[in-house]
């Protein structure tokens, strides 16, 4: 993916377990990092760490108070009820909760929530609706491009961004540039096929 | 991929129409359909399960001060706390337990990964951080890990399932021994993990006495009632919702730990609790297909006609739960055998208890059977396809069983010509391009035709459309596209004007979705319900869906419901009884007064570097028959991640284990290979025309543990084809070929 100079201070929870300590100072000059009213324990346990941040998903800026340890992916889940992000390892290895964050694609598994803050983050939910699918909706269901469904929003994510790259120009690229998300129901061929649909869609 | 590649294939003859599947939009919308998304009343609690550290021993002392100084924490259930629980059966006591250990039961520590505590907190990140703070001291002991440790306890089947019996037809020594041809010969399958990208969560609230479970299950009757004895409440209370499964191929259908663990933390906080066993933890929490060695001696006279076939499995299961799929009485029914032996044993080690995963007991036993098919045929000088062809039965030669219908050999013509299969060079590293060498391999697939009592409630409306409701569930398979269909075609109702559930214990009882059952007993059903709705109208059984589309609409009542109900041949109506209580009887396969069978023949070439020893398989064709194709859009998706299944068995997927401390080393979805979109090239479905008019009311045959049957059988084939070499031990890795 290609670097941008918009997004060099957006850090992954990859990049921040790397840079150990150091990272702290990645966090946005907006957040307000806040001690809860819980008191250090005697044993040294060190209190629980919650910080108010806006996100701007889907269009929408939603404030919340979140702990700092947050990935964005259970933000999503257990604060927004945007469930169609999906847990599938929480490790960055499966692609299952994969979201645009500033229109590219990123692993919402390894992304701490508070560094989202201030990138525009877009969801499954946020990429078309029932009743207006987008070209690559369309293209997963014209094709039968899943199964059971449960990494599909996150193969389509990737879709979508596979093509905005530039990395759908054959099926031997779509295939290299869609293998961060696995399909155990393998549908695999299928997608291939609906990425090919939706490229003359997006791109006519 | 091929230029005629074509996901949505139209339909030949005995198959519905490929009309996409009912949930398509929800699933590329990212709609609420999977348990984890199900709405909860008032704010869940979550649960972090804390695993053994060790695999065999005991718990000394656990130390909660640090877990319950984290802010937020809420609950630590130990075994020196747990409320009490009724012990329940596995599946091979008539039960639907995962293990006879029953949860946090004592501080007894029987394998790794084993669940010691739970502990809740308001928030998943303050859970797990007391996770790491709970101090818990064990008294080691030294482990059994797998064949060949120091421990093992090898027994035959027979001794821990009474009702096995190996089999003996006529004299299969002699036979081998007098044998033109004939080999001895040692496979290996590895230990292999269902990995479906779902995780295993269970989330869990009271309603007064009433428990609501959303669990992914893949048999909602048989969790409700399992989880009620579990936890001493009326079935009648318990409910268990899954729209929609992420995956499955096995692992949700058993009552697996977590079931219990977060009833009982919501019953005492009087809140939700969230609880997902995470991938790592899922290595040791629902199951997996085991390790299994196989003997194969087979001969043949100097015509290639089969003589003798002896074949010895043993299936390495834990100590506690001697769980076992068994299996060759359906090998020994592939071919014309002469004479046949046939021995199971199971090897016992400190492990978690194995389940199935997709094809149980046919994924390893047929790749035994068909390497050596294709090693025997190499060694008579006979083209393997030919060699198949020619030793092809209509009967079981076992028992003299028909076959219902078996299109072994037109799925082999089938294949044979898609892939160009005629003139294929027999000699080895005959075939080369540049650095690679190419191979071409076959195998036959083959599984069971399963079915299972069921039950549907059809209602009709006077405006033309229809309701189906029925506690199947859909895994992935389009299960609730060919309930539509199969109503819709009977009753002359456009299938998209018909609404189903599923996935919900308060519906009537479906069919564990398992042993590729749930399209043959639920169309069943849903034909039996059909059935009624013509006796209330008074139209006649043979009339065409236009006159009965024409007498729906002519109804004295808006609408008419009912309730059908079918049991497979060779049950009584005693088993709708037990379905009705969560049971599991299965019908079908070998040992019927049919046999009966869905067959394909798969053909794939690879290209091994020379230098390098990467194996790639360029092209893959299989083609299958299965009795009537309810959608062929569905069903070319089966077929294909079938396929897919196959190479990954083949080529990729093996649990490793650490056999000092008799743990998973790979217990993750990246060091645990599967195939990813990079592995595969051309695929490619050939769907048989196959009519079968006894094994159920429309002649479906299950279809969704086919395709991956015998895949690995014809590419170690293909491998020896390209490089001479033999491997008889899986998956076929690059160090494998050195």
């Given at each position: 993916?290609?670097?941008?100079?918009?997004?060099?201070?957006?850090?992954?929870?990859?990049?921040?377990?790397?840079?150990?300590?150091?990272?702290?100072?990645?966090?946005?000059?907006?957040?307000?990092?806040?001690?809860?009213?819980?008191?250090?324990?005697?044993?040294?346990?060190?209190?629980?760490?919650?910080?108010?941040?806006?996100?701007?998903?889907?269009?929408?800026?939603?404030?919340?108070?979140?702990?700092?340890?947050?990935?964005?992916?259970?933000?999503?889940?257990?604060?927004?009820?945007?469930?169609?992000?999906?847990?599938?390892?929480?490790?960055?290895?499966?692609?299952?909760?994969?979201?645009?964050?500033?229109?590219?694609?990123?692993?919402?598994?390894?992304?701490?929530?508070?560094?989202?803050?201030?990138?525009?983050?877009?969801?499954?939910?946020?990429?078309?609706?029932?009743?207006?699918?987008?070209?690559?909706?369309?293209?997963?269901?014209?094709?039968?491009?899943?199964?059971?469904?449960?990494?599909?929003?996150?193969?389509?994510?990737?879709?979508?961004?596979?093509?905005?790259?530039?990395?759908?120009?054959?099926?031997?690229?779509?295939?290299?540039?869609?293998?961060?998300?696995?399909?155990?129901?393998?549908?695999?061929?299928?997608?291939?096929?609906?990425?090919?649909?939706?490229?003359?869609?997006?791109?006519? | 991929?091929?230029?005629?590649?074509?996901?949505?294939?139209?339909?030949?003859?005995?198959?519905?129409?490929?009309?996409?599947?009912?949930?398509?939009?929800?699933?590329?919308?990212?709609?609420?359909?999977?348990?984890?998304?199900?709405?909860?009343?008032?704010?869940?609690a979550y649960g972090w399960m804390v695993?053994?550290?060790?695999?065999?021993?005991?718990?000394?002392?656990?130390?909660y001060?640090?877990a319950k100084?984290v802010?937020g924490v809420q609950l630590i259930l130990t075994?020196?706390?747990?409320?009490?629980?009724?012990?329940?059966?596995?599946?091979?006591?008539?039960?639907?337990?995962?293990?006879?250990?029953?949860?946090?039961?004592?501080?007894?520590?029987?394998?790794?990964?084993?669940?010691?505590a739970l502990i809740v907190a308001?928030?998943f990140?303050a859970a797990r951080e007391a996770s790491f703070k709970l101090?818990?001291?064990?008294?080691?002991?030294?482990?059994?890990?797998?064949?060949?440790?120091?421990?093992?306890?090898?027994?035959?089947?027979?001794?821990?399932?009474?009702?096995?019996?190996?089999?003996?037809?006529?004299?299969?020594?002699?036979?081998?021994?007098?044998?033109?041809?004939?080999?001895?010969?040692?496979?290996?399958?590895?230990?292999?993990?269902?990995?479906?990208?779902?995780?295993?969560?269970?989330?869990?609230?009271?309603?007064?006495?009433?428990?609501?479970?959303?669990?992914?299950?893949?048999?909602?009757?048989?969790?409700?009632?399992?989880?009620?004895?579990?936890?001493?409440?009326?079935?009648?209370?318990?409910?268990?919702?899954?729209?929609?499964?992420?995956?499955?191929?096995?692992?949700?259908?058993?009552?697996?730990?977590?079931?219990?663990l977060?009833?009982?933390a919501?019953?005492?906080?009087?809140?939700?609790v969230?609880l997902?066993?995470?991938?790592?933890?899922?290595?040791?929490?629902?199951?997996?297909?085991?390790?299994?060695?196989?003997?194969?001696?087979?001969?043949?006279?100097?015509?290639?006609?089969?003589?003798?076939?002896?074949?010895?499995?043993?299936?390495?299961?834990?100590?506690?739960?001697?769980?076992?799929?068994?299996?060759?009485?359906?090998?020994?029914?592939?071919?014309?055998?002469?004479?046949?032996?046939?021995?199971?044993?199971?090897?016992?080690?400190?492990?978690?208890?194995?389940?199935?995963?997709?094809?149980?007991?046919?994924?390893?036993?047929?790749?035994?059977?068909?390497?050596?098919?294709?090693?025997?045929?190499?060694?008579?000088?006979?083209?393997?396809?030919?060699?198949?062809?020619?030793?092809?039965?209509?009967?079981?030669?076992?028992?003299?069983?028909?076959?219902?219908?078996?299109?072994?050999?037109?799925?082999?013509?089938?294949?044979?010509?898609?892939?160009?299969?005629?003139?294929?060079?027999?000699?080895?590293?005959?075939?080369?391009?540049?650095?690679?060498?190419?191979?071409?391999?076959?195998?036959?697939?083959?599984?069971?035709?399963?079915?299972?009592?069921?039950?549907?409630?059809?209602?009709?409306?006077?405006?033309?459309?229809?309701?189906?409701?029925?506690?199947?569930?859909?895994?992935?398979?389009?299960?609730?596209?060919?309930?539509?269909?199969?109503?819709?075609?009977?009753?002359?109702?456009?299938?998209?004007?018909?609404?189903?559930?599923?996935?919900?214990?308060?519906?009537?009882?479906?069919?564990?979705?398992?042993?590729?059952?749930?399209?043959?007993?639920?169309?069943?059903?849903?034909?039996?319900?059909?059935?009624?709705?013509?006796?209330?109208?008074?139209?006649?059984?043979?009339?065409?869906?236009?006159?009965?589309?024409?007498?729906?609409?002519?109804?004295?009542?808006?609408?008419?419901?009912?309730?059908?109900?079918?049991?497979?041949?060779?049950?009584?109506?005693?088993?709708?009884?037990?379905?009705?209580?969560?049971?599991?009887?299965?019908?079908?396969?070998?040992?019927?007064?049919?046999?009966?069978?869905?067959?394909?023949?798969?053909?794939?070439?690879?290209?091994?570097?020379?230098?390098?020893?990467?194996?790639?398989?360029?092209?893959?064709?299989?083609?299958?028959?299965?009795?009537?194709?309810?959608?062929?859009?569905?069903?070319?998706?089966?077929?294909?991640?079938?396929?897919?299944?196959?190479?990954?068995?083949?080529?990729?997927?093996?649990?490793?284990?650490?056999?000092?401390?008799?743990?998973?080393?790979?217990?993750?979805?990246?060091?645990?290979?599967?195939?990813?979109?990079?592995?595969?090239?051309?695929?490619?479905?050939?769907?048989?025309?196959?009519?079968?008019?006894?094994?159920?009311?429309?002649?479906?045959?299950?279809?969704?543990?086919?395709?991956?049957?015998?895949?690995?059988?014809?590419?170690?084939?293909?491998?020896?084809?390209?490089?001479?070499?033999?491997?008889?031990?899986?998956?076929?890795?690059?160090?494998?070929?050195?």
């Amino acid at each position: 993916m290609s670097e941008t100079p918009d997004r060099m201070d957006f850090v992954s929870r990859r990049g921040l377990m790397k840079g150990g300590v150091a990272g702290a100072a990645i966090l946005p000059a907006s957040a307000r990092a806040q001690t809860a009213s819980s008191s250090e324990d005697a044993d040294g346990t060190v209190p629980l760490q919650r910080m108010n941040v806006t996100l701007d998903v889907n269009g929408q800026a939603r404030q919340l108070t979140i702990d700092t340890r947050s990935t964005l992916l259970d933000v999503l889940r257990h604060d927004l009820d945007l469930t169609g992000s999906k847990k599938g390892c929480d490790h960055g290895q499966c692609g299952a909760c994969t979201v645009h964050i500033d229109g590219e694609r990123r692993l919402s598994c390894l992304t701490l929530a508070a560094q989202a803050e201030g990138h525009e983050i877009v969801t499954i939910e946020g990429l078309g609706s029932e009743n207006a699918l987008h070209p690559m909706q369309q293209a997963f269901v014209d094709n039968d491009a899943f199964q059971c469904g449960y990494c599909t929003p996150g193969q389509i994510m990737s879709a979508v961004a596979c093509i905005r790259e530039g990395h759908a120009g054959s099926d031997a690229e779509i295939r290299e540039y869609m293998s961060g998300n696995l399909c155990r129901c393998a549908a695999y061929p299928n997608i291939v096929a609906a990425v090919k649909q939706a490229k003359s869609g997006m791109e006519g | 991929m091929a230029q005629n590649y074509d996901p949505a294939p139209e339909a030949k003859s005995n198959m519905g129409q490929p009309i996409p599947r009912y949930e398509a939009v929800q699933k590329v919308t990212g709609a609420k359909i999977y348990a984890d998304d199900l709405p909860v009343p008032g704010r869940a609690a979550y649960g972090w399960m804390v695993t053994s550290a060790i695999a065999k021993g005991r718990i000394t002392s656990i130390d909660y001060t640090a877990a319950k100084s984290v802010p937020g924490v809420q609950l630590i259930l130990t075994h020196e706390n747990r409320p009490s629980l009724a012990d329940i059966k596995t599946f091979a006591g008539g039960g639907l337990g995962i293990t006879d250990v029953q949860p946090l039961s004592g501080p007894e520590v029987h394998h790794d990964g084993q669940p010691v505590a739970l502990i809740v907190a308001d928030t998943f990140e303050a859970a797990r951080e007391a996770s790491f703070k709970l101090a818990i001291s064990y008294a080691e002991s030294s482990p059994t890990a797998t064949f060949g440790d120091e421990g093992t306890v090898e027994k035959n089947l027979s001794e821990v399932n009474p009702r096995y019996e190996p089999i003996r037809f006529n004299d299969a020594d002699a036979a081998i021994t007098n044998s033109a041809h004939s080999i001895d010969v040692e496979y290996y399958t590895p230990t292999q993990h269902h990995n479906a990208i779902e995780l295993f969560s269970t989330t869990a609230y009271w309603d007064g006495p009433r428990l609501v479970l959303h669990e992914p299950s893949q048999y909602v009757w048989g969790l409700r009632n399992a989880s009620a004895s579990m936890m001493e409440v009326d079935a009648e209370n318990v409910r268990v919702k899954s729209p929609f499964v992420g995956g499955a191929f096995g692992s949700k259908a058993a009552l697996t730990h977590r079931t219990a663990l977060a009833a009982m933390a919501a019953k005492q906080l009087g809140r939700p609790v969230k609880l997902v066993a995470m991938r790592d933890q899922g290595f040791t929490h629902s199951g997996h297909r085991q390790e299994t060695r196989q003997r194969v001696r087979l001969g043949c006279d100097a015509n290639g006609k089969l003589t003798g076939y002896d074949h010895r499995q043993w299936e390495f299961t834990a100590r506690t739960t001697p769980y076992s799929n068994g299996g060759l009485e359906k090998t020994v029914a592939m071919y014309d055998f002469k004479a046949a032996r046939t021995d199971n044993y199971v090897v016992q080690g400190d492990r978690n208890v194995p389940t199935f995963m997709r094809s149980p007991a046919e994924v390893p036993t047929v790749y035994a059977l068909e390497a050596a098919m294709n090693e025997l045929a190499a060694k008579a000088g006979i083209d393997p396809v030919e060699f198949r062809k020619m030793n092809d039965t209509r009967v079981n030669p076992v028992n003299g069983v028909p076959y219902t219908s078996r299109s072994l050999n037109e799925c082999l013509d089938a294949a044979a010509e898609r892939f160009g299969w005629t003139g294929r060079n027999p000699e080895a590293r005959s075939m080369r391009d540049g650095d690679w060498l190419i191979g071409w391999g076959c195998s036959i697939a083959m599984y069971p035709t399963q079915m299972m009592p069921s039950t549907a409630r059809l209602t009709v409306r006077r405006n033309g459309t229809a309701f189906i409701e029925v506690a199947a569930h859909d895994v992935g398979t389009g299960c609730y596209t060919i309930a539509a269909q199969a109503a819709g075609e009977r009753l002359g109702i456009d299938p998209r004007r018909i609404d189903v559930r599923m996935g919900d214990s308060r519906l009537p009882p479906g069919p564990i979705s398992g042993g590729s059952i749930s399209t043959a007993s639920v169309t069943s059903a849903i034909a039996k319900a059909c059935d009624l709705v013509d006796e209330r109208l008074g139209v006649a059984k043979d009339a065409s869906a236009e006159e009965r589309s024409a007498a729906l609409s002519g109804m004295a009542m808006p609408e008419l419901e009912v309730v059908g109900s079918w049991v497979p041949a060779g049950m009584d109506e005693s088993a709708i009884e037990s379905l009705y209580k969560g049971g599991v009887r299965i019908s079908g396969g070998a040992g019927e007064e049919r046999t009966m069978f869905a067959f394909g023949a798969e053909m794939v070439e690879v290209r091994v570097n020379e230098r390098t020893r990467e194996v790639r398989v360029p092209r893959i064709v299989g083609a299958f028959a299965a009795g009537r194709i309810m959608n062929p859009r569905t069903a070319h998706s089966q077929y294909l991640g079938g396929l897919i299944w196959g190479i990954g068995s083949a080529l990729h997927e093996a649990t490793e284990i650490d056999h000092k401390r008799a743990r998973y080393v790979n217990d993750n979805i990246a060091e645990y290979l599967i195939p990813v979109n990079a592995d595969i090239e051309q695929v490619d479905i050939i769907m048989v025309p196959e009519v079968d008019e006894e094994v159920n009311i429309l002649g479906v045959k299950g279809i969704g543990e086919l395709a991956n049957v015998g895949t690995p059988a014809a590419i170690t084939d293909a491998i020896w084809h390209a490089t001479g070499i033999r491997i008889r031990d899986l998956p076929v890795r690059i160090e494998k070929l050195l």
